[in-house]
C-alpha cells in the first residue's frame, strides 16, 4: 500500500527534524519526505493507488518504543497475552516492545523465545522483541546460553522481576553479553534491603502501618553494576530509576564515561508514596511510588539527559491479584495504554521540550537495544505514531485493549494521544 501523509508537524530527532512537510510511504519504507508531495503525485496519476491522510494539526514522529514490557505469555494468559498486549500497544502509540523473561517457564531457552516470536508474528499488530533471562529460571545462580538465545531472537538480557544478587554472576554476565553485543538490563533491588517491604519507607509507610522498602535498596545494586560495568568496560542498562540517589549515581557515572544508560516509568515522574493513603492496590509497584523529592530528582534526570529513556513498565494483572490485601497483592500497573499522555505532560510542564521527548521515548530505546528503528530517514521501516496533542480524553480501563485493567489513573483526565499507529507501512491502530 502506498501512504501519503499530509499536514502534519514532523519531529525526528535522529535527524534534527521539526517541521511541517509530507510523509510518502511505499512497500513498507519511508520513501519520501517534503512539501507538497501530493503535487508531484498527481502529475504521475498515482491518486488511484495511494491513500492520502490529512494530519493537519496532528504530530508526526517515528514509531514509539517501550523497551520493557511485561507479556506473560506463556503460563499467564489470564494476565495478559502476546495478542493483547500488542494490541495495547499499538493504541498506545507503541510500534515496537521488548518483553521481559519472567513468564512461565521463563525465557531462558531456545523455545521459548520461538514461541514468542511466533506468537507476535501470528498476531500481526506491534513488533515484539524478547529480552532472554540472564540466568536459568532467573534463578540468579548459573547463566543461561546467551549465544543460543540470541541466535533464536533475543535482543537483551535481563532477570527483571528479580535481582541479580550474585555479584560474580552479573560481572560474567556483563562480560559475556558485552561480546555478543546484547545488553544488560539489570532489576537494582537488594532484597537484603527490601525485605518483606510493601511500599517506600518513610512518612506514609509509618503512618499507614506497612513495612517500609528503603531507597538504598535499589540505589546500593545500581553502585554495584555501576561498578562492575566500570571494572570489566561493559555496558549496563539501569531499570526503573526511581530515587533520588539513583539519579545521582547515574549522573556521576557519566560524567566519568562510564557505560551506563537508565530508565524511568511514568508513574515514577506522576506520583508519590502519599498515593497510598487509600490503600489501592493499584498503587503498588516494585520498585515502589517514592517521595516529592525523588520525583523531582527523575524529572530533573529526564531534563538533563541522565536518564534516557521512559519505558511504562507495563505489568498487567488479573483481578485476583489486585483485589486482595494489600499485602499480598502483585506490584505493577498496566501502562501502555497511558504513558504517552503522562509522559506529554512533561512538555505542558516544560520539563522537556517534543524533540526531547520523542528521542526519549524512540531514538534512545532503539540505540540501546540496537534496533533499526528510531527514525523517519529515507528507506527506513515505515513504523510511524501520529499524536493528537490537544485531544482531551478520560482514563477508562474497561476499554483498555490489554487483559490488564490494573491502573491507578482510572478516571484521571488527559490530554494528547496516539490516533495512529503505523508499523511497516500499515495502519495498525486508527483511534477506533
Known amino acids: 500500500m502506498k501512504i501519503l501523509l499530509t499536514g502534519a508537524r514532523i519531529i525526528d530527532p535522529a535527524q534534527n527534524i521539526d517541521s511541517r512537510m509530507d510523509v510518502f510511504l511505499e512497500d513498507g519504507k519511508i520513501a519520501k519526505k517534503g512539501a507538497n508531495l501530493s503535487k508531484s503525485l498527481k502529475s504521475k496519476d498515482s491518486e488511484k493507488t495511494t491513500k492520502i491522510i490529512d494530519l493537519a494539526g496532528m504530530i508526526l514522529v517515528p514509531g514509539l518504543i517501550d523497551m520493557h514490557t511485561h507479556l506473560r505469555e506463556p503460563g499467564f494468559e489470564y494476565k495478559e497475552t502476546i495478542a493483547s498486549g500488542s494490541a495495547a500497544a499499538v493504541a498506545g502509540g507503541f510500534t515496537s516492545i521488548a518483553c521481559m523473561p519472567n513468564t512461565n517457564p521463563i525465557n531462558d531457552n531456545r523455545s521459548i523465545t520461538e514461541f514468542i516470536r511466533r506468537k507476535a508474528a501470528e498476531a500481526a499488530l506491534a513488533n515484539v522483541y524478547p529480552i532472554g533471562a540472564i540466568s536459568k529460571g ?16 533475543i535482543i537483551a538480557l535481563s532477570d527483571d522481576g528479580k535481582p541479580v544478587m550474585d555479584a560474580a554472576l552479573m560481572r560474567r554476565a556483563m562480560e559475556y553479553a558485552y561480546s555478543l553485543g546484547l545488553p544488560v538490563i539489570s532489576h537494582c533491588e537488594d532484597t537484603n534491603l527490601s525485605g518483606a517491604g510493601l511500599m517506600n519507607e518513610g512518612y506514609y509507610s509509618t503512618i499507614l502501618g506497612l513495612s517500609g522498602i528503603p531507597g538504598i535498596a535499589e540505589e546500593a545494586m545500581v553502585a554495584r553494576d555501576i561498578l562492575i560495568a566500570e571494572f570489566t568496560n561493559t555496558c549496563v542498562h539501569i531499570a526503573h530509576v526511581s530515587t533520588a540517589g539513583s539519579v545521582r549515581l547515574i549522573r556521576e557515572a557519566k560524567k566519568r564515561g562510564l557505560k551506563v544508560t537508565a530508565e524511568t516509568a511514568p508513574h515514577y515522574f506522576t506520583l508519590t508514596d502519599e498515593s497510598l493513603q487509600s ?7 516494585n520498585p515502589p511510588l517514592r517521595s516529592e523529592q525523588d520525583v523531582a530528582a527523575i524529572k530533573e534526570g529526564l531534563s538533563d539527559g541522565t536518564i534516557d529513556v521512559i519505558a511504562c513498565d507495563h505489568a498487567p494483572h488479573g483481578r485476583t491479584d489486585k483485589e486482595v490485601e494489600f499485602e499480598y497483592a502483585a506490584n505493577g500497573i498496566s501502562g501502555l495504554e497511558t504513558s504517552l499522555a503522562l509522559s506529554l505532560k512533561l512538555i505542558h510542564d516544560k520539563i522537556l521540550g517534543w524533540p526531547e521527548l520523542i528521542a526519549i521515548m524512540s531514538v534512545n530505546p532503539a540505540s540501546i537495544l540496537n534496533l533499526p528503528k528510531g527514525t523517519l530517514e529515507t528507506g527506513a521501516d515505515a513504523d510511524i505514531t501520529v499524536i493528537d496533542p490537544l485531544l482531551k480524553w478520560t482514563v ?27 508499523i511497516g507501512g500499515e495502519i495498525k491502530y486508527d483511534g477506533q
Open 138 to 153: 532467573s534463578a540468579g545462580s548459573q547463566l543461561t546460553e546467551f549465544w543460543d538465545l540470541k541466535e533464536a531472537g
Open 279 to 285: 490503600y489501592d492496590t493499584n498503587f503498588k509497584v
Open 396 to 422: 477508562d480501563v474497561q476499554a483498555f485493549r490489554s487483559r490488564g485493567k490494573n491502573s491507578p489513573f482510572n478516571g484521571r483526565q488527559m490530554q494528547g494521544k496516539a490516533i495512529m499507529t503505523i
